[in-house]
């Protein structure tokens, strides 16, 4: 990078560090000219409360117009679907979900609404989309009678311009009677529905009119009908009706299949929901609105607390030990973590993301796993200097020589987004979407930041301090593949007993999925969620909801608690309520605990849900298998098949130690897996190959230039020697922050936390001691561990052919040292931290083939 590139860059990172931290600073809704910037954070249900929302499908109508399918528990399931992506479809909005089948209820909880009627209105709206053909309005070139035209109106209620149909005869507008009887009734005329159309309708204002428009794709069966139903009727008009209200009526031009696109929409931010509502799918009946109340916090103030200041000192440690360890680009990598959080913010805030607790930690914990990328770079600019490079050229080749690894690792945490994101719902996608973002911005802190900044200071004289950079390092000497049984033998130790503890039934599905019963106590005096969980915990219900619900001017029910426990006796029901209550005496005049209401509840976490979630796993693993298999084709696309198989079956095994470890914990202390422990899983699993690829990397590279004489088992256990260091290192900064958030935090996402902190050490362990080994056994089962000549690389397989020059002037800042000669044998050869061969030849041979070894890049 050349000085002049270097200054743009760092104007580049100056210009992006102003404009997020303004966003993360400010909580405005910022109107400047025609540019509109909000930047209120959006807090979720737990910090912030929300609303209230119980729906009633209309069932008669539904029974009505479908008499051989009658309404049932598949129906609801599908409008709760429906409204689930129609307010969650990006999954970033973190509403909660439930239905009440008994009483064919659906209610909805939503965080932070600013419109109340907004909100509802997009609730209730059946987003019923359909193209009818209206023979009515004759023909655009007047060859067929025409007995209605349009006109543009004034709608009385919105003041926004509208197409409305006017009977010739009359002048009056058609009303709802002659439309059905003329358009809605005829099934001729009918085209096509919004179930026609693929989820990907966007809004957008036309760049002609500069009015809002709303772009929409049909699928194969759609394309078809509208295909042959406008090459019939070219010259005659079209009606576009949502919810039996006109949108417009434009006339056929010409043939129309694939595509198209909706005008006489009154506003953008109209398109816009309505875009989001034929994505989500029509509602096959219209809802009943039956209560609508706001929502306090379910969590308290203090429990946000808590948990910020944890996880803040488990950043702080983490900046410590990058401080401590890498000196001067650990300071810079800290600088750029700092940035990484700020943009990261900016991003949830433009998008926007709704920030819950166990979201909060998990972006604390996502700042910890950032810096594993630094670790990476900074771990091989070190080996570099340690063989003698010049400052220069060593940042250069850190970088360069660790991009692979870094690339090939995130690359496959994007591809689990991608198909967490597509296949995924709810809560799924939203996972998948920030950690998604957060990986690219921490590729773009690690690599062009730190690497920017580095750059900026090498022309100092400070910089050229060897004390500056804490060279000094231990070699490892491990011997993995002499007991390759042991370590399998180790993780069967570890599975084998939460397999059985998972047939014993130790896995617990809490309420989230399971569903339960739903008591609502009206209260005389409010009453705190705190206290009633006091309760409920002393009557032995720690699995239970509490929401409250203050509405001092309603005219009944001012003080409402809802309480969600598990499935109840009537028994149970009454001897909870009995204990909530002090035997009614804090109910409202009139009700006792035998009439307080109560319902069975589904759970918030669906079914669809999980089987979505699970789809897509396999389907991630399986792309992720082939994506190695190519990135590690170094002996032919079979042979990287070999390098794909073994990361994911350490992934497989990292699940089941996790699976495993809460089924034991679910047996000895009743642990429950929730929603949370969804998102742990998900997080591990879209980490798992990290560590795995750092080795593979090494073991890549290695075969490229493999010592003379060397098996694949020594080759192996010198890759990971190699790399031993930087494995323990990206792990141990992640175990930092989920210990200070499991010690420190509040109770509430202390199990999120152990999940995390046992997946992170299960992968850690199954990389090295399990991908690696079987591997190994892989190759010598195919009778390829033997010492063969050095393979040598080729375009198609090389790590990087990239040379790096030294700017004239720039001198090694540390004299390499003379490697120590190391007596091994083939089979257990190893090499240390700092690059060296560990092969059988002499000192004066290693330095020999140091310079090809430096020119490798």
């Given at each position: 990078?050349?000085?002049?590139?270097?200054?743009?860059?760092?104007?580049?990172?100056?210009?992006?560090?102003?404009?997020?931290?303004?966003?993360?600073?400010?909580?405005?809704?910022?109107?400047?000219?025609?540019?509109?910037?909000?930047?209120?954070?959006?807090?979720?249900?737990?910090?912030?409360?929300?609303?209230?929302?119980?729906?009633?499908?209309?069932?008669?109508?539904?029974?009505?117009?479908?008499?051989?399918?009658?309404?049932?528990?598949?129906?609801?399931?599908?409008?709760?679907?429906?409204?689930?992506?129609?307010?969650?479809?990006?999954?970033?909005?973190?509403?909660?979900?439930?239905?009440?089948?008994?009483?064919?209820?659906?209610?909805?909880?939503?965080?932070?609404?600013?419109?109340?009627?907004?909100?509802?209105?997009?609730?209730?709206?059946?987003?019923?989309?359909?193209?009818?053909?209206?023979?009515?309005?004759?023909?655009?070139?007047?060859?067929?009678?025409?007995?209605?035209?349009?006109?543009?109106?004034?709608?009385?209620?919105?003041?926004?311009?509208?197409?409305?149909?006017?009977?010739?005869?009359?002048?009056?507008?058609?009303?709802?009677q002659e439309l059905q009887e003329q358009v809605f009734d005829n099934p001729n005329l009918l085209v096509a529905t919004g179930a026609d159309l693929l989820p990907n309708c966007e809004a957008r204002l036309d760049p002609i009119t500069n009015k809002p428009i709303l772009t929409f794709q049909f699928n194969d069966k759609g394309s078809a009908a509208f295909e042959q139903a406008t090459r019939a009727n070219i010259g005659r008009y079209l009606g576009i009706f949502l919810d039996n209200r006109l949108l417009t009526a434009p006339y056929i031009e010409s043939v129309i299949s694939g595509q198209g696109q909706i005008e006489g929409i009154a506003t953008l931010k109209e398109a816009k929901a309505l875009a989001d509502e034929l994505n989500a799918g029509a509602l096959p009946v219209p809802l009943q609105l039956q209560e609508v109340r706001s929502l306090e916090?379910?969590?308290?103030?203090?429990?946000?607390?808590?948990?910020?200041?944890?996880?803040?000192?488990?950043?702080?440690?983490?900046?410590?030990?990058?401080?401590?360890?890498?000196?001067?680009?650990?300071?810079?990598?800290?600088?750029?973590?700092?940035?990484?959080?700020?943009?990261?913010?900016?991003?949830?805030?433009?998008?926007?993301?709704?920030?819950?607790?166990?979201?909060?930690?998990?972006?604390?914990?996502?700042?910890?796993?950032?810096?594993?990328?630094?670790?990476?770079?900074?771990?091989?600019?070190?080996?570099?200097?340690?063989?003698?490079?010049?400052?220069?050229?060593?940042?250069?080749?850190?970088?360069?020589?660790?991009?692979?690894?870094?690339?090939?690792?995130?690359?496959?945490?994007?591809?689990?987004?991608?198909?967490?994101y597509y296949f995924g719902t709810g809560p799924i996608r939203g996972f998948a979407l920030t950690l998604g973002f957060g990986v690219a911005v921490s590729m773009f802190t690690a690599i062009t930041v730190t690497r920017t900044f580095l750059f900026a200071l090498v022309n100092f004289d400070f910089a050229r301090n060897e004390k500056m950079y804490g060279l000094s390092d231990r070699a490892w000497n491990l011997h993995v593949m002499r007991l390759p049984w042991l370590w399998l033998g180790i993780s069967a130790l570890v599975i084998v007993p939460g397999m059985i503890a998972w047939g014993m039934g130790g896995i617990k599905p809490s309420i989230d999925f399971k569903g339960g019963t739903e008591i609502t106590l009206s209260y005389k005096t409010?009453?705190?969620?705190?206290?009633?969980?006091?309760?409920?915990?002393?009557?032995?219900?720690?699995?239970s909801r509490v929401v409250i619900s203050e509405e001092p001017n309603a005219p009944v029910d001012k003080h409402l608690a809802i309480v969600t426990t598990r499935r109840l006796t009537n028994d149970q029901r009454i001897q909870l309520i009995d204990a909530l209550t002090h035997n009614g005496a804090d109910l409202v005049p009139g009700t006792s605990p035998a009439t307080v209401p109560y319902a069975d509840v589904s759970g918030t976490v669906s079914r669809q849900l999980t089987e979505d979630a699970v789809k897509a796993v396999i389907i991630a693993e399986l792309l992720i298998v082939f994506y190695l298999a190519f990135r590690f084709a170094i002996g032919g696309f079979l042979e990287g098949l070999q390098y794909g198989i073994c990361a994911v079956l350490a992934l497989i095994h990292d699940v089941a130690v996790l699976w495993g470890s809460f089924a034991i914990l679910g047996l000895l202390y009743n642990w429950q897996i929730d929603s949370l422990f969804v998102t742990a899983m998900l997080t591990v699993i879209g980490f798992s190959v990290h560590d795995t690829i750092i080795i593979f990397d090494r073991i890549r590279e290695n075969l490229l230039h493999r010592a003379r004489g060397e098996t694949f088992s020594s080759l192996v256990?010198?890759?990971?020697?190699?790399?031993?260091?930087?494995?323990?290192?990206?792990?141990?900064?992640?175990?930092?922050?989920?210990?200070?958030?499991?010690?420190?935090?509040?109770?509430?996402?202390?199990?999120?936390?152990?999940?995390?902190?046992?997946?992170?050490?299960?992968?850690?362990?199954?990389?090295?001691?399990?991908?690696?080994?079987?591997?190994?056994?892989?190759?010598?089962?195919?009778?390829?561990?033997?010492?063969?000549?050095?393979?040598?690389?080729?375009?198609?397989?090389?790590?990087?052919?990239?040379?790096?020059?030294?700017?004239?002037?720039?001198?090694?800042?540390?004299?390499?040292?003379?490697?120590?000669?190391?007596?091994?044998?083939?089979?257990?050869?190893?090499?240390?931290?700092?690059?060296?061969?560990?092969?059988?030849?002499?000192?004066?041979?290693a330095r020999r083939r140091r310079p090809v070894r430096r020119r490798r890049m």
């Open positions: 990078m050349t000085t002049s590139q270097n200054r743009r860059m760092l104007l580049l990172i100056l210009v992006l560090a102003i404009f997020s931290i303004f966003v993360s600073v400010t909580k405005r809704d910022w109107h400047i000219g025609p540019f509109h910037l909000d930047t209120r954070p959006r807090y979720g249900l737990d910090i912030r409360g929300g609303l209230r929302v119980v729906l009633h499908p209309d069932v008669d109508l539904y029974n009505k117009e479908h008499p051989g399918h009658p309404w049932g528990p598949e129906q609801l399931s599908l409008v709760r679907h429906i409204i689930e992506n129609r307010v969650n479809f990006s999954g970033v909005t973190e509403p909660l979900i439930i239905t009440r089948p008994e009483t064919n209820q659906i209610i909805v909880e939503l965080p932070g609404v600013r419109d109340r009627q907004a909100a509802i209105n997009e609730l209730k709206a059946t987003a019923d989309l359909r193209f009818y053909l209206l023979p009515q309005l004759g023909s655009h070139d007047n060859s067929r009678p025409a007995i209605w035209h349009q006109e543009i109106q004034k709608d009385p209620k919105t003041g926004a311009e509208v197409d409305v149909l006017i009977d010739n005869q009359t002048g009056k507008p058609v009303t709802p916090a379910t969590l308290g103030q203090e429990a946000v607390h808590t948990t910020t200041i944890a996880g803040v000192w488990g950043l702080v440690l983490v900046l410590l030990f990058m401080l401590i360890w890498y000196r001067l680009p650990g300071l810079l990598a800290d600088v750029a973590l700092i940035l990484y959080a700020f943009f990261s913010i900016a991003i949830f805030k433009l998008i926007p993301v709704t920030f819950t607790l166990p979201g909060i930690a998990g972006f604390i914990l996502s700042i910890g796993m950032a810096v594993d990328a630094n670790i990476l770079i900074f771990e091989r600019f070190k080996e570099e200097l340690r063989a003698g490079q010049p400052l220069r050229a060593a940042i250069d080749a850190g970088f360069n020589r660790a991009f692979s690894a870094i690339f090939d690792s995130n690359v496959c945490t994007v591809i689990t987004c991608c198909v967490l409010p009453h705190t969620a705190a206290e009633i969980e006091r309760i409920l915990i002393q009557n032995g219900y720690k699995d256990d010198r890759s990971i020697n190699q790399t031993f260091s930087r494995s323990i290192k990206t792990s141990f900064t992640v175990i930092l922050v989920l210990l200070a958030l499991f010690i420190f935090g509040s109770s509430e996402i202390h199990q999120f936390a152990a999940a995390l902190l046992i997946g992170i050490i299960s992968g850690t362990y199954s990389s090295i001691f399990n991908a690696s080994v079987l591997l190994v056994l892989w190759k010598r089962f195919r009778g390829q561990d033997k010492a063969v000549a050095p393979i040598l690389a080729t375009p198609s397989t090389s790590v990087s052919t990239k040379s790096v020059l030294s700017v004239p002037g720039d001198r090694p800042i540390v004299t390499p040292k003379a490697e120590p000669e190391v007596a091994t044998t083939p089979a257990s050869t190893s090499g240390t931290e700092s690059g060296t061969t560990g092969s059988t030849e002499s000192k004066a041979g």
